[in-house]
């Protein structure tokens, strides 16, 4: 029961995105689509579980006064794994995703986790709470995109289901503030109804 | 010439905050007050130099100097954390004034993506050492520039009878957005 709700608590109550304000970033800049909206989600889901799963492992060797760069540096390795796995393997998404793939390193979402998760408890809790959180970055992230596109060009996941263009603004810089900003807000309302 | 254009082009036409969504954390977290953001702003402005030149040079004489550029999300990494505790013992010895102006905001800046963000844009947009500086320091600008004009807004905004959903973070991303907007007038300049 325990686990369920650790595994849960990402998607809507603690969910990174529209409730603790981490890692916007790539929120804003990878969601021009919902599928690089998924698609940065998933990329950052790996790395979000598997450093858990090594901090999390080897929390009693490091010294406290060095932990963050060995945080680091776990994280760092596992961005560079994804990084030239995309490359190989799914190059348009690595093209579309850019700059934001090597910047997964600097998402305060997965060094937040480590630190005041991973290296506080045990193995198989921290994989838990690394995969629930990301999954819930990635369904934040995907909605986001979602939304964009279906404003944006007029189709869900490159199903077009309008001719034309839609409002281009949603695709550009302007929309994702405001579609992020409606969306927390929408968040906001519905948590201060169910409490 | 082509110093202008880079200067231009990095603080209005491709803001990195409001056109390419780097550094959205600080510019969310500090921009409550127009003299903390006046502060976050001097402190990235500094560390993004800085970090620019010797990330540069790391690239340039090691990393393609032994063909193992696939390692440049890790050394960029270590470099910036490593160089913000450097700068921060260097200003608390040399400069107590500076380092009570900027010390607060100096351990956020290790994770500001912007910066890393324009270390790397540097290398991919290949510009040389002296337009690397020039571009970081740009940059820099564009994301101080659009920082206090954000805080100045935001300190007008506590004052106005917003609905209580609205309240915070969602009326700050709507402004944001707004402010994005104007920001896309200046898209076709240069």
């Given at each position: 029961m325990n686990q369920i709700k650790n595994f849960t608590?990402?998607?809507?109550?603690?969910?990174?995105?529209?409730?603790?304000?981490?890692?916007?970033c790539p929120v804003l800049g990878t969601t021009t689509s919902a599928i690089n909206g998924l698609g940065m989600g998933l990329a950052t889901t790996f790395v979000l579980t598997m450093s858990n799963i090594v901090v999390s492992l080897i929390k009693n060797f490091i010294p406290d006064k060095v932990r963050i760069p060995a945080f680091i540096v776990i994280i760092a390795s596992f961005v560079t794994i994804v990084e030239l796995t995309m490359q190989a393997f799914v190059p348009t998404l690595f093209d579309a995703l850019g700059l934001f793939i090597p910047l997964i390193v600097v998402n305060c979402l997965v060094l937040g986790r480590s630190e005041a998760f991973a290296s506080k408890n045990p193995i198989w809790t921290s994989l838990v709470d690394g995969f629930g959180m990301g999954l819930g970055f990635s369904l934040a992230l995907t909605m986001l995109g979602g939304v964009r596109e279906i404003l944006g060009?007029?189709?869900?996941f490159g199903f077009k289901f309008i001719h034309g263009d839609g409002m281009i603004l949603f695709v550009l810089a302007p929309g994702a503030f405001i579609v992020l900003g409606y969306l927390i807000m929408l968040m906001q309302k519905l948590k201060s109804k169910s409490a | 010439m082509e110093y202008i254009v880079i200067i231009i082009s990095a603080v209005f036409?491709?803001?990195?905050?409001?056109?390419?969504?780097?550094?959205?954390c600080p510019f969310i977290?500090?921009?409550?007050?127009v003299e903390t953001a006046a502060g976050m702003s001097g402190a990235v402005m500094f560390v993004m130099t800085l970090a620019t030149i010797v990330t540069y040079l790391i690239q340039t004489f090691i990393l393609d100097a032994l063909g193992i550029s696939f390692m440049q999300t890790i050394t960029f990494i270590l470099v910036i954390a490593s160089l913000v505790q450097l700068v921060e013992i260097i200003l608390k010895k040399v400069s107590p004034g500076l380092f009570q102006a900027l010390g607060i905001f100096l351990p956020l800046i290790?994770?500001?993506?912007a910066i890393l963000g324009v270390a790397i844009l540097t290398i991919q947009n290949d510009y040389n050492l002296l337009e690397g500086v020039v571009f970081a320091a740009a940059s820099a600008l564009g994301f101080g520039l659009a920082l206090i004009i954000f805080s100045s807004i935001r300190e007008q905004l506590d004052l106005i009878d917003v609905p209580k959903a609205m309240k915070g973070v969602p009326i700050a991303f709507i402004v944001a957005g707004l402010l994005a907007m104007a920001f896309m007038g200046f898209t076709g300049i240069v």
């Amino acid at each position: 029961m325990n686990q369920i709700k650790n595994f849960t608590k990402g998607f809507v109550q603690e969910n990174p995105v529209f409730v603790l304000f981490l890692g916007l970033c790539p929120v804003l800049g990878t969601t021009t689509s919902a599928i690089n909206g998924l698609g940065m989600g998933l990329a950052t889901t790996f790395v979000l579980t598997m450093s858990n799963i090594v901090v999390s492992l080897i929390k009693n060797f490091i010294p406290d006064k060095v932990r963050i760069p060995a945080f680091i540096v776990i994280i760092a390795s596992f961005v560079t794994i994804v990084e030239l796995t995309m490359q190989a393997f799914v190059p348009t998404l690595f093209d579309a995703l850019g700059l934001f793939i090597p910047l997964i390193v600097v998402n305060c979402l997965v060094l937040g986790r480590s630190e005041a998760f991973a290296s506080k408890n045990p193995i198989w809790t921290s994989l838990v709470d690394g995969f629930g959180m990301g999954l819930g970055f990635s369904l934040a992230l995907t909605m986001l995109g979602g939304v964009r596109e279906i404003l944006g060009s007029g189709s869900i996941f490159g199903f077009k289901f309008i001719h034309g263009d839609g409002m281009i603004l949603f695709v550009l810089a302007p929309g994702a503030f405001i579609v992020l900003g409606y969306l927390i807000m929408l968040m906001q309302k519905l948590k201060s109804k169910s409490a | 010439m082509e110093y202008i254009v880079i200067i231009i082009s990095a603080v209005f036409v491709n803001n990195i905050v409001l056109m390419k969504f780097l550094g959205i954390c600080p510019f969310i977290g500090v921009s409550n007050k127009v003299e903390t953001a006046a502060g976050m702003s001097g402190a990235v402005m500094f560390v993004m130099t800085l970090a620019t030149i010797v990330t540069y040079l790391i690239q340039t004489f090691i990393l393609d100097a032994l063909g193992i550029s696939f390692m440049q999300t890790i050394t960029f990494i270590l470099v910036i954390a490593s160089l913000v505790q450097l700068v921060e013992i260097i200003l608390k010895k040399v400069s107590p004034g500076l380092f009570q102006a900027l010390g607060i905001f100096l351990p956020l800046i290790t994770t500001n993506c912007a910066i890393l963000g324009v270390a790397i844009l540097t290398i991919q947009n290949d510009y040389n050492l002296l337009e690397g500086v020039v571009f970081a320091a740009a940059s820099a600008l564009g994301f101080g520039l659009a920082l206090i004009i954000f805080s100045s807004i935001r300190e007008q905004l506590d004052l106005i009878d917003v609905p209580k959903a609205m309240k915070g973070v969602p009326i700050a991303f709507i402004v944001a957005g707004l402010l994005a907007m104007a920001f896309m007038g200046f898209t076709g300049i240069v």
